[in-house]
């Protein structure tokens, strides 16, 4: 599912607003004509362009003269800013193994390093499915029950509902922009319209963000790709812990992460010190 908001509309709008654009040459008169009851869809679509507008302005006004770097921190601020949530991430992903961008606040930050922790949770769910993650409710029924342990650390955590949306395009995904409520509830049709525009902006602004020798950071690690250097201390460590244990693959990745939650740590953290020969895994 491509999470980049469509420009293109179902129906175009009506642009005159006596409806001489509809099939069958408008209404018939019949006498004095008296003010009738306003066509849902008409207004929908109005105040669906009155919501991207908005987006659209507070958007443009957060990003003014940010940085690249700078800028996705700022979208999860826009959609807490846009939105009836108390907290955002962005988190890359790659082989299943999420790696936090920014946050809005140090919440949010628990909560998407919970989930890379853990290997569970929407965010995972939405990169894996390609299609958004709407847990509305992580205190009891269905969303509760689908990851129970991160359900517990979230609202443990003051998080009731999480909205995980997939950020690339119908063929690849990315990351994860993912929003925190602190009560359960739904997104309306019109937030979760909202929502995915951040999404895309938030995909354009992670492609642009600088590689290499762009933005003057000639002969300097580009942000990226320090980054990727925290993935590849993840897949370093799995791979002593694979010699260690004489495991495979995905179980040394979850030993490491159980590891990592047992002891309250991050899945990050506990790869860098098994990186550094201060951790060791032994064969039960």
């Known amino acids: 599912m491509a999470v980049r908001p469509r420009n293109d509309r179902q129906g175009a709008p009506g642009d005159d607003p006596g409806g001489r654009g ?123 029950g689908r990851w129970p342990v991160f359900a517990q650390q979230a609202t443990a955590a003051g998080v009731r509902a999480v909205y995980a949306l997939p ?7 990315v990351g994860t922009l993912d929003l925190y409520r602190d009560t359960p509830g739904e997104l309306t049709a019109r937030e979760l319209r909202t929502a995915l525009l951040v999404a895309g902006v938030m995909t354009v602004a992670l492609m642009a963000l600088p590689r290499g020798e762009e933005n003057g950071s000639r002969g300097a690690d580009s942000w990226l790709s320090g980054l990727a250097a925290d993935q590849d201390e993840v897949y370093q460590a799995v791979g002593m812990i694979m010699a260690q244990l004489g ?16 002891r309250n740590r991050t899945a990050l953290d506990v790869a860098r010190e098994v990186v550094a020969h201060r951790t060791r895994f032994e064969r039960d």
Do not use: K
């Not at 869809?41 to 105040?47: C, G, I, L, P």
């Not at 936090?100 to 909560?111: D, G, I, P, T």
């Not at 495991?247 to 490491?256: I, P």
């Open 22 to 144: 509809a099939a069958g040459g408008g209404c018939p008169s019949a006498g004095p004509r008296t003010p009738g009851p306003r066509r849902p869809d008409v207004d929908d679509e109005r105040e669906d362009r009155q919501d991207r507008m908005r987006a659209v302005d507070v958007i443009a006004e957060e990003v003014r003269d940010a940085e690249p770097r700078e800028i996705p921190e700022r979208l999860c601020e826009v959609a807490v800013e846009l939105l009836p949530v108390v907290g955002a991430s962005v988190a890359l992903h790659s082989d299943g193994m999420p790696v936090r961008v920014s946050a809005s606040s140090e919440q949010a930050a628990f909560l998407a390093e919970i989930q890379a922790t853990l290997g569970d949770g929407p965010c995972l769910h939405a990169a894996r499915t390609g299609a958004p993650v709407l847990a509305c409710d992580l205190t009891s029924g269905e969303d509760a």
């Open 247 to 262: 495991v495979g693959s995905e179980e040394a990745l979850a030993r490491l992460r159980a590891h990592a939650f047992a």
């Open 167 to 173: 950020l690339g395009n119908d063929s690849v995904c």
